[in-house]
């Protein structure tokens, strides 16, 4: 037997008294009366930043616009054609450092919390977190309104990985100041597509 089996074995032989698992098919979750403009006013509230893309506008075109100064932008998607750096053809995570942005595709955004779900659609998952600015694709139609609702769609791929991302990465720890792009990406935004 194992170091964590005996410790749970420990556990199992101490239980006083044992609790059903709650219904969790009968919660009543937070509801919003337009899950896109609290979804929108969530993102702000978490640092991030919401951008619609007009009709007829070219994605590529808006990301430039955004970022003017970038000079290495990490991408696999199909419509990006702006990026230098394909992390699927990599040597290494390594190779995307000094990613000035990194653009993926969010499958859902969720209007509770400004959470994006992100699974890995890409060989090197690093370009989430080393880019120092991202740019998340995501159809506005794609929002729900709480965590219950996301839990229930979240698939994986072949990868078996994804990851909720909310806003820039940010940190207070330190002297209690609030530090953006601590761990990850200074900046985050949301692109919402038609």
């Known amino acids: 037997m194992s170091t964590k089996e ?3 074995s420990k556990y199992r032989k101490n239980i ?3 609790f059903p698992m709650p219904d969790l098919t009968d919660i009543e979750a937070i509801r919003y009366p337009d899950a896109l403009v609290q979804f929108i006013s969530m993102t ?3 640092g991030g930043k919401v951008v619609e ?3 007829g506008q070219d994605v590529n075109d808006l990301i430039r ?3 003017p100064d970038a000079q290495e932008i990490a991408s696999n998607l199909p419509e990006i054609n702006i990026a230098t ?3 699927d053809t990599i040597g290494s995570p390594q190779a995307l450092n000094g990613t000035d942005v990194g653009v993926i595709r969010g499958m859902f955004g969720v209007a509770e919390n400004a959470c994006v779900w992100i699974p ?3 060989e090197e998952k690093a370009v989430c977190f080393i880019s120092e600015n991202l740019v998340i694709l995501l159809k506005k139609s794609e929002i729900v309104h709480n965590m219950h609702e996301a839990y229930k769609r979240i698939e994986f791929n072949d990868y078996g990985y994804g990851t909720f991302i909310s806003g820039p990465s940010k940190t207070a720890d330190i002297a209690q100041v609030l530090v953006m792009g601590a761990q990850a990406a200074r900046s985050a ?3 919402l597509m038609p």
């Open 44 to 46: 702000q509230s978490v």
């Open 120 to 122: 890995q659609q890409m």
């Open 6 to 8: 005996e410790i749970l």
């Open 53 to 55: 893309l007009e009709p």
């Open 189 to 191: 935004t949301v692109i």
């Open 85 to 87: 750096r394909n992390p």
């Open 16 to 18: 006083q008294q044992q």
């Open 65 to 67: 616009e955004l970022y």
